[in-house]
């Protein structure tokens, strides 16, 4: 038994407790943040392979233009000295190949609907009652606006009840437009008539008001919080995973790590997945019918990742995303499994602001669960030979339309290496490898999404699968529960 007893524990350093950390340690609390990986981070760790480094699961970022909503929130975590963006192309910084046909995503209202009309200028109106929607639906939420915002306020949303495809329906009856305008479903991993439009237009919003990059990898923001919460005072420890949340009659006493360390403190934050939460507690305050509501939730699909890296000066810097889809039905064509990829979302890793050179690329396309659910009992690096023959033929379907879709791109590729909802599964803890977590259904808003307060009163749960996900969402929440935990003591 640890000999210190601390104000509050966190569970996971993904952004969600790193965020947490910071808040409650700059506010005095003596925190202690504990960490699974040798590196912290969660989705904002990096990796190295054949000398670059490469994202994981933080490509780019929207609204951090000055005084836009998540300046403001880099502004109050003190990151903006430490954590160094790249501005994407303000006249296309999302570009779509839809079934063949190219269009662009602009920064920025009146540059968006632009660029958009040039194509189809029989839908300006429409276009602009488009961003006015996402940008109302995105202001009167109480998730962009922390003053307002009370753990559950955020389900009285009426666009928790309708789904996006719904929404972009009602903005516009031309289709082609529709299917373009879902065009960043792999930013949340949607499902038709299941995914709440505010999902997509909070998210949506931010991307269009500006959008960036981060030079050098997004593990910066996860060693700015750590020096932050350091210097503030707070613990962090890696290779420290918790097995056991302890209880005694009605409220959390201690965790305990895999080693058998148990470590008291009088509150608690879990930034893991809510389905691994209720595994890690034997208590009867956890009743068995939340349990099964929990447990029952659906995940958002995974991911089949690909990490390229280039000869040197070979492949001009895309200063943009650039999204594929087979055929014109993006909902359809996204979800579809067949060996021939359907879609995926390319992007280069930015390594300098204003670089000439891509060094190095991924490649996200979905990638269900059951395609490498024979794996699930190997852990990462002892999977076998079988699994690498499956990546490798996986990979090369994926190389071969890029050479299609990029003449000449295929003889630049010096290596690569690949990544399945495996890999996630094991290194972040989120149930099957999925990307977003807990999928939101609106069809059933309360039963597919879980509260940040618990029947435990001393334990709080944050991160991605709580409200939203990605920067903006996991930082809404974090700040959320901070705040709740101010509150109740
Ligand atoms: C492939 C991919 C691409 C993405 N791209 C973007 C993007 O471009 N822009 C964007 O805004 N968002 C993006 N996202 C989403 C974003 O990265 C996540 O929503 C966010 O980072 C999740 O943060 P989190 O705090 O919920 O926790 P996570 O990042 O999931 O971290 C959880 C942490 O808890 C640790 N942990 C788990 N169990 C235990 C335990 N028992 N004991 C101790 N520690 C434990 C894990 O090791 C991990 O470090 C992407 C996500 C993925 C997967």
């Not at 005694?248 to 934050?269: N, P, R, W, Y």
């Not at 039963?447 to 699968?465: A, D, E, F, H, W």
């Not at 529960?481 to 003591?489: F, G, H, M, N, R």
Request: hydrophobic share 35%.
């Amino acid at each position: 038994m640890s000999n210190t007893t601390y104000d509050t524990i966190i569970i996971g350093t993904g952004l969600g407790g790193l965020v947490c950390g910071y808040k409650l340690a700059k506010g005095g609390r003596k925190v202690l943040l504990l960490e699974k990986n040798a590196q912290i981070g969660g989705c904002l760790q990096t990796f190295r392979r054949f000398g670059v480094k490469y994202d994981t699961g933080m490509h780019y970022i929207g609204a951090l233009d000055k005084g836009q909503i998540m300046y403001q929130f880099f502004e109050e975590l003190n990151l903006l000295k430490d954590v160094h963006l790249s501005r994407l192309d303000e006249n296309g910084f999302d570009r779509f190949n839809i079934a063949g046909q190219e269009y662009k995503y602009a920064s920025g209202s009146e540059r968006f609907v632009e660029t958009l009309s040039r194509q189809f200028p029989e839908c300006r109106l429409e276009l602009e009652n488009y961003v006015r929607r996402i940008q109302d639906i995105a202001e009167a939420s109480p998730l962009y606006n922390l003053n307002k915002a009370g753990d559950s306020s955020y389900l009285e949303s009426p666009y928790l009840h309708s789904s996006v495809n719904e929404l972009l329906a009602s903005i516009s009856n031309n289709k082609l437009l529709q299917n373009i305008l879902t065009g960043n479903l792999p930013l949340y991993a949607g499902v038709k008539d299941k995914t709440p439009a505010y999902v997509y237009a909070l998210l949506s919003d931010s991307y269009l008001q500006s959008a960036w990059r981060i030079v050098g990898g997004s593990d910066s923001i996860a060693q700015s919080l750590a020096n932050s919460i350091r210097s503030f005072g707070g613990e962090i420890r890696t290779n420290s995973e918790v097995s056991k949340i302890l209880c005694d009659s009605d409220k959390a006493t201690s965790v305990q790590l895999t080693d058998g360390e148990i470590i008291e403190a009088k509150h608690f934050i879990t930034d893991i997945h809510p389905q691994r939460v209720i595994q890690l507690i034997d208590s009867k305050l956890i009743r068995p019918v939340y349990r099964e509501r929990v447990q029952q939730m659906e995940n958002t699909v995974g991911n089949f990742t690909l990490y390229l890296k280039f000869k040197e000066n070979s492949v001009p810097y895309l200063n943009h995303n650039y999204y594929y889809y087979a055929e014109e039905d993006v909902w359809a064509t996204y979800h579809r499994q067949q060996a021939d990829p359907q879609s995926f979302l390319y992007m280069h890793q930015c390594t300098e602001d204003g670089q000439e050179y891509a060094q190095c690329a991924e490649i996200m396309l979905p990638m269900d669960y059951q395609e490498v659910a024979k794996w699930a009992g190997t852990t990462t690096g002892q999977r076998g030979s079988e699994y690498q023959e499956f990546k490798q033929r996986k990979a090369e379907r994926v190389l071969n339309l890029l050479g299609h879709l990029f003449p000449g791109i295929s003889s630049c590729i010096e290596n690569y290496e690949s990544s399945t909802p495996l890999t996630y599964r094991d290194y972040t803890g989120t149930t099957n490898g999925s990307t977003y977590g807990i999928l939101h259904d609106k069809n059933a808003p309360e039963l597919t999404s879980v509260s940040q307060r618990t029947k435990i009163p001393n334990l709080i749960m944050t991160g991605q699968n709580i409200h939203w996900h990605g920067m903006l969402g996991v930082t809404v929440s974090a700040m959320l529960a901070s705040k709740q935990l101010t509150v109740d003591s």
